[in-house]
Nanobody, 122 residues
Framework: QGQMVESGGGSVQAGGLLRLSCVASWRLYSSSVVSWFRRSPGKEREFVALVRWSSGTTLYADSVKGRFAISRAKSENTVYLQMNDLKPEDTAVYYC???????????????WGQGTQVTVAS
């Protein structure tokens, strides 16, 4: 194992969109679950979405359901987070992590990257 590398963050206006990427430096196992979490200033890191590497099964936080879409590209060892209709409350540093549990708990993930900043202006 190593570290995930996130990219794709930036500054957008409310209603805009961004696509984040998360690349693993090693070949992910079929049992892997890759998640996106985010941390806003003064808040704990919170669950955003996850995808099961083998099946593509997904799970979303209620706050992003219908606006965000997580997907994986096995040949690229990459997980994407398409973020549409962004809101100021989506402003945060976004991190991805790897685990083996279908879980929304940050304690079930490791190999976190450095994060990528997303800023949404009203």
């Amino acid at each position: 194992q190593g570290q995930m590398v996130e990219s794709g963050g930036g500054s957008v206006q409310a209603g805009g969109l961004l696509r984040l990427s998360c690349v693993a430096s090693w070949r992910l196992y079929s049992s892997s679950v890759v998640s996106w979490f985010r941390r806003s200033p003064g808040k704990e890191r919170e669950f955003v979405a996850l995808v099961r590497w083998s099946s593509g099964t997904t799970l979303y936080a209620d706050s992003v359901k219908g606006r965000f879409a997580i997907s994986r590209a096995k040949s690229e060892n990459t997980v994407y987070l398409q973020m549409n209709d962004l809101k100021p409350e989506d402003t945060a540093v976004y991190y991805c992590g790897v685990g083996s549990q279908y879980s929304s708990s940050r304690d079930d993930y490791r190999d976190w990257g450095q994060g990528t900043q997303v800023t949404v202006a009203s």
